[in-house]
């Protein structure tokens, strides 16, 4: 048998024989199955020749090599050509196995109780640690830094976060309503589809943060800084925004009807396609702003 990575001749035993495999059908007569030949007889596969050595050693000894992801992938290929069976399901574990790994690593790392342990020290960090999921509502969390860490599908609803620290955090989909969030830094952050109805956002800073489709009904956001967040599709119906820094903010679609933006700052921000209605603009900041 000849392949075009290689024109050594390579003869098996054992596996080869493997009813319905392509290299039964080789060994039966190639010309039979209309398989390709050379002039002296050998069975020409267009195939890569690195990849079919650990086709050989299964089929000698039943031995599956260590491989990293792509090259499984790539092998399991070369098994559905050769049409066995037996090494395509011993590769496919290795595959599930592989993606199990990387979908547990999306799992927190702690749970509640060992939150609440570190939490009774005098300084926490959990500083890039995943902590989605997890239910931590109600706790006192005040100070705490979270930064750089991944809290997706976290609930933080009624706990107190005076303070704590959220930079460049992974928050999507997050519940933080009634939250006291009071002077946070939720710079940069990704909250996109978190709730913060009702939440204390006062002198919070939100700056470069993806807020889209967030909701903050009713939430005190009173001279909060929110220069340029994306808050394209957000909730902020009846928010109290008042004093609050919204200079290059993304608002397209969203929603601030009946909200307070008194002495907001909104210079440079796009309103054309932000709901107003009944909003109270009193003194706002609109210089430069498109309406």
Known sequence: MQGAAGTRRRRTRSRSGIPGS????ALSGAAAHGLPTTED???FVDRDGELFRHVLNWLRDGAVPALADAEYRQLLREAEYYRLPGLIDCISERIEDWDDKIGRSSEAELTRKDVIKCIQADKVRF??????GLDLSKLDLSEVDFSCGCIE?????????HKAKFGEVQASRSSFNYANLRECE??????QESTLDRANLQSANLQD???VKCSFIETDLRSAHLQRADLTGANLT???LEGANLKGAKLSGSNLQGANLQRAYLREVDLRETQLTGAKLGGANLLGAIR
């Open 22 to 25: 392509l290299l039964a059908a």
């Open 41 to 43: 007889g050998a069975v």
């Open 127 to 132: 500083r890039g640690v995943n902590l989605s």
């Open 153 to 161: 599908e976290t609930k933080f609803s009624l706990a107190n976060l």
């Open 186 to 191: 939720f710079v940069g952050a990704n909250l």
């Open 209 to 211: 943060a993806c807020l």
């Open 238 to 240: 009846g928010a109290n």
